[in-house]
């Protein structure tokens, strides 16, 4: 019996590790800057990016408040990604709020393409060359999207690619509730 009790407990915590592996929800990961100033950060646009004919500028944290301002971090070389794009031009074409990208980690040809291919819902690009803006904002990978308030403070996080779904019952509310608040 001696014998067997480090295989009992080693079945016992393998189970428990595994269990706990696939269990909540990992889009519903706390973040501690929920409440706080957006980190001070400023990041140089994605050069050759146009919209409208004009250049598309880059981003700052002296750009988001004012406003409500919600910030999509995304990458070409992420599939998520491009799943979730269809959902973010959509997002665009909604009044009231700013929607803007910190692109993570990327070569800027093939971001240019990416969005060249799939549409620039992005009124500003920031890039993230070495992913230490992405760190200050908590940033757990690509794709995560932001919201801030008109005071300039982080609202709401939504982590992982948006769907129909999150978009209509997670990310439109909580763009509606920062609309609502005062600054």
Not at 29 to 38: E, Q
Not at 94 to 99: A, D, I, T, Y
Not at 110 to 131: H, I, K, Q, S
Request: net charge neutral; hydrophobic share 45%; proline share 9%.
């Amino acid at each position: 019996m001696l014998v067997l009790l480090p295989l009992i407990a080693f079945a016992a915590l393998a189970a428990l590790f595994y269990g706990r592996l696939f269990s909540g929800d990992p889009s519903r990961l706390p973040s501690a800057l929920i409440g706080h100033p957006v980190p001070n950060f400023a990041l140089d646009p994605l050069e050759g990016l146009t919209r409208d004919g004009a250049p598309v500028p880059g981003i700052s944290s002296a750009g988001m408040s004012g406003g409500v301002t919600v910030l999509n971090v995304f990458a070409s070389w992420c599939a998520p990604c491009r799943d979730e794009h269809p959902y973010l031009v959509e997002l665009s074409k909604m009044p009231g709020f700013r929607l803007v990208g910190l692109n993570y980690k990327d070569d800027g040809e093939n971001a240019r393409r990416f969005l060249g291919r799939f549409g620039n819902p992005y009124a500003a690009v920031g890039v993230d060359p070495n992913g230490r803006a992405a760190i200050d904002w908590g940033v757990y990978g690509v794709p995560e999207t932001f919201v801030i308030g008109k005071d300039g403070r982080i609202a709401y996080k939504f982590v992982g690619p948006i769907d129909e779904q999150g978009l209509r019952e997670r990310l439109v509310p909580a763009i509606e509730k920062a609309m609502a608040a005062g600054s």
